[in-house]
T-cell receptor, first 114, second 112 residues
Framework: ETGVTQTPRHLVMGMTNKKSLKCEQHLKHNAMYWYKQSAKKPLELMFVYNFKEQTENNSVPSRFSPECPNSSHLFLHLHTLQPEDSALYLC?????????????FGEGSWLTVV | EDQVTQSPEALRLQEGESSSLNCSYTVSGLRGLFWYRQDPGKGPEFLFTLYSAGEEKEKERLKATLTKKESFLHITAPKPEDSATYLCAVQVDGGATNKLIFGTGTLLAVQP
């Protein structure tokens, strides 16, 4: 059982579609993250939110749009994606943004762009 | 450039056959080194954090150690349920953001 819940677990979307990934953490953390995991590549940090404020955007294309309405919820809005965006998208949370705090991951959302 | 390299890429063991996974790193300043376990189709599960050279941590059949250049994850008498991908990640000094730099992982298969 994980303290970070992601929905949907699997998503197939066309390149012209608009969809959203949702993440909720039950750990009373105040920092949340989006990571991308592609085959044969290391996990890549996409966005960091601390107390609902975005503190990191790791040069992510604008077709990925994050939203953090409160410290427990994080969304990733997707539009006009490309096939190369197909990957496992992982949400994570930690007590704070400062280094040294362990990051806990959700189960991930498998995204396939067709 | 900060970098993390894991070896081997894949490892196949017989049940009970002990071995070690390696994580070597080149960073400007190490804040912490993390080990995660990832099962197929799931998110990474936190195992250990190591902060300074010489530090060791254990959990069941797993033991993690840290030197100034690398970390080892020792697996003693593994069982089939230990089969997974093991990920190593480092946090680097100098930034406020809790960034993790990941390696590509070691895929471990333990056969009965």
């Amino acid at each position: 059982e994980t303290g970070v819940t992601q929905t949907p677990r699997h998503l197939v979307m066309g390149m012209t579609n608009k969809k959203s990934l949702k993440c909720e953490q039950h750990l009373k953390h105040n920092a949340m993250y989006w990571y991308k995991q592609s085959a044969k590549k290391p996990l890549e940090l996409m966005f960091v939110y601390n107390f609902k404020e975005q503190t990191e955007n790791n040069s992510v294309p604008s077709r990925f749009s994050p939203e953090c309405p409160n410290s427990s919820h994080l969304f990733l809005h997707l539009h006009t994606l490309q096939p190369e965006d197909s990957a496992l998208y992982l949400c994570a949370s930690s007590h704070g943004e400062l280094s040294g705090n362990t990051i806990y991951f959700g189960e991930g959302s498998w995204l396939t762009v067709v | 450039e900060d970098q993390v390299t894991q070896s081997p890429e894949a490892l196949r063991l017989q049940e009970g056959e002990s071995s070690s996974l390696n994580c070597s790193y080149t960073v400007s300043g190490l804040r912490g080194l993390f080990w995660y376990r990832q099962d197929p189709g799931k998110g990474p599960e936190f195992l250990f954090t190591l902060y300074s050279a010489g530090e060791e941590k254990e959990k069941e059949r797993l033991k993690a150690t840290l030197t100034k250049k690398e970390s080892f994850l020792h697996i003693t008498a593994p069982k089939p349920e230990d089969s997974a991908t093991y990920l190593c990640a480092v946090q680097v000094d100098g930034g406020a953001t809790n960034k993790l730099i990941f390696g590509t992982g070691t895929l471990l298969a333990v056969q009965p």
